[in-house]
């Protein structure tokens, strides 16, 4: 952190450098003072950074030029706070390395790495791996000779049940563990003088994410064995045993091991023409579209110019402030929420959660051959089951990567669809008349007029009929 301090305060920097990267200090306070979500991981990310962050004040690069330059045209046409964040880091390192000096690589991971952008992937990804995790530690107690069996995140065991939260699945550990073995590589080249390849970070940081799933494996098993439930002071303690003995303790090894062949640090004098007309320019035009987006931060859910002309009969029609519509009755709610392949997809785990109910049970199940997860919501006494899957009326899917490609490629247009209500066999019911008459949902109005499907009948509502006209 001294060596940092130092750095920035030789005489040798121009003071126009300094002013510069005063202002996008200024602009990424104003800009993102509640992006940052302050969890563990963020902390522990900002605290080590000063250890990660090293810079070459004799060597001059411009490597951050295209992705500084790509991440700028994203902003523009995205103007919110993730593409925003993108946009200011890389333009921000690319003035960096043309004027004070070239930065480390593992200092820009980490940034990225505690940023939303980091957690907002792991979120969307993570879920199925949750699910994956679940079956694989039954499946060792099967083999062992003890009779389980797992039923999405529940792991029933000796007629006893146990649920594997989210921490469980090590998710909330993996952003740690990823930071911690960037602190390792800085530590050791800085020890050693020697550095090593980019490829080579990746390679450790990939085998830190099975490091990880392994011990969070082990830690399930633990858990399970031990009945340790989560309000148990002994449910982190085991998972923080289990992060430092199954994966820093390994990484501390390949680390030093890796860096200690790697090559000598040399400092070279490689200077660019950071006066250079065109050069001056492109730093003016990033910096300005930075203050411009900064000053219109807009939100995916505003920027969303969809609209939904699907109707239910015997519901109550709402459209809600982020475009989602709600359809409502005396015992059910049917959410249809418009999705776009590069944004979150406003995901009932949190949705619900910020509702203040939890999920007790969340589990993947075949309905009418289709893909859908369905999950029990606790609040209190209050007990609902819901349900939800993504359509575009062609493709029905849980499956993040596949809906998320067709969105891309294919321009179908997805929605989130969540079905909730007061009995498992009335939101079964729902799913599969929703599932059963797939519905267009393009934007082409002639698609529109003087359609209906019937569904099923429902005891006490007539017949559910999705009726597709202009709003």
Not at 243 to 262: E, H, Q
Request: aromatic fraction near 14%; glycine fraction near 4%; charged fraction near 15%.
């Amino acid at each position: 952190m001294i060596n940092f301090a130092l750095v920035l305060l030789r005489p040798t920097f121009s003071k126009f450098s300094h002013l510069v990267v005063l202002f996008y200090l200024s602009i990424g306070l104003v800009a993102f003072r509640n992006y940052f979500i302050w969890d563990a991981t963020t902390v522990c990310g900002f605290l080590l950074l000063p250890l990660i962050f090293r810079l070459n004040a004799c060597s001059r690069s411009m490597r951050f030029l295209p992705l500084s330059l790509l991440s700028a045209v994203l902003a523009i046409f995205f103007p919110v706070n993730s593409c925003l964040f993108l946009a200011a880091i890389f333009a921000l390192m690319f003035f960096t390395e043309t004027y004070i000096g070239k930065i480390n690589v593992s200092a820009v991971l980490t940034l990225l790495i505690v940023s939303p952008v980091f957690k907002f992937f792991i979120n969307t990804f993570g879920f199925p791996l949750r699910l994956w995790l679940s079956d694989i530690a039954a499946n060792i107690f099967s083999i062992s000779g003890l009779p389980a069996k797992a039923e999405g995140n529940i792991i029933n065991i000796n007629q006893n049940s146990f649920t594997v939260e989210q921490a469980c699945a090590g998710l909330s550990m993996l952003s740690i563990s990823l930071v911690i073995c960037l602190f390792l590589i800085a530590h050791w080249e800085s020890r050693v003088n020697k550095r090593i390849k980019v490829w080579q970070i990746f390679g450790l940081l990939t085998l830190s994410f099975f490091l990880n799933l392994s011990g969070n494996l082990i830690r399930i098993l633990f858990l399970v064995l031990l009945r340790v439930e989560p309000d148990n002071i002994f449910h982190d303690l085991i998972g923080v045993t289990c992060l430092i003995v199954y994966t820093v303790l390994p990484l501390m090894y390949f680390a030093k091991w890796l860096v200690k062949r790697g090559n000598l640090i040399e400092h070279p004098t490689n200077k660019i023409n950071n006066n250079y007309p065109p050069l001056l320019v492109i730093h003016f035009i990033l910096f300005s579209i930075i203050l411009y987006v900064s000053l219109n931060l807009s939100s995916i859910d505003n920027m969303n110019t969809r609209t939904t002309r699907i109707h239910l009969n015997g519901f109550d029609r709402e459209i809600m402030d982020n475009k989602i519509v709600k359809f409502s009755n005396k015992s059910s709610l049917i959410y249809f929420k418009p999705s776009v392949f590069y944004a979150p997809d406003h995901d009932p785990k949190i949705c619900w959660r910020g509702s203040g109910y939890m999920f007790d049970t969340v589990k993947e199940d075949k309905v009418l051959n289709y893909n859908v997860y369905t999950g029990i919501l606790k609040k209190g006494k209050e007990k609902l089951y819901t349900a939800w899957w993504y359509s575009s009326g062609n493709t029905t899917t849980t499956n993040q990567f596949e809906w998320r490609w067709k969105s891309a490629v294919s321009n179908e247009e997805f929605y989130l669809i969540n079905v909730t209500a007061g009995s498992e066999k009335e939101v079964l019911s729902l799913v599969r008349a929703l599932i059963s008459k797939p519905f267009p949902l393009r934007n082409d109005l002639s698609s529109y007029f003087n359609k209906f499907i019937s569904l099923p009948k429902y005891p006490d509502r007539g017949w559910l009929i999705i009726k597709h006209k202009d709003t």
